[in-house]
Nanobody
Framework: QVQIVESGGGLVQPGGSLRLSCAAS????????MGWHRQAPGKQRELVAH???????NYADSVKGRFTISRDNAKNTVYLQMNSLKPENAAVYYC???????????????WGQGTQVTVSS
């Protein structure tokens, strides 16, 4: 069993910052790619940022230069530092990890429950 728990969401004013965290726990042999997605009301879920096991990163064009994804492999945790937040960044943010369990050669995609980010004055 693998558990994914996000934290760090909340209400912030435009121009402000938030740091999201996502910790994986349980039966984990290795975590490959880790990413953050978001879904705003009435819109499809979209990729925000992704980091590979080799620390290569990629970002949605709309967040480049403002958001930074990073990971701490010792803690099985991925972070998303969000700066200069805009009202259009408001959404539920979901963590997604590609994880291999000790007893299985395959890797599976695990999602967290989501954390709400609200950007409003």
């Amino acid at each position: 069993q693998v558990q994914i728990v996000e934290s760090g969401g909340g209400l912030v004013q435009p121009g402000g910052s938030l740091r999201l965290s996502c910790a994986a726990s349980g039966s984990i042999f290795c975590i490959y790619g880790m990413g953050w997605h978001r879904q705003a009301p009435g819109k499809q879920r979209e990729l925000v940022a992704h980091i590979t096991g080799g620390d290569r990163t990629n970002y949605a064009d709309s967040v480049k230069g403002r958001f930074t994804i990073s990971r701490d492999n010792a803690k099985n945790t991925v972070y998303l530092q969000m700066n200069s937040l805009k009202p259009e960044n408001a959404a539920v943010y979901y963590c997604n990890d590609q994880i291999r369990e000790p007893t299985d050669l395959a890797r599976y995609s695990y999602w967290g429950q989501g954390t709400q980010v609200t950007v409003s004055s």
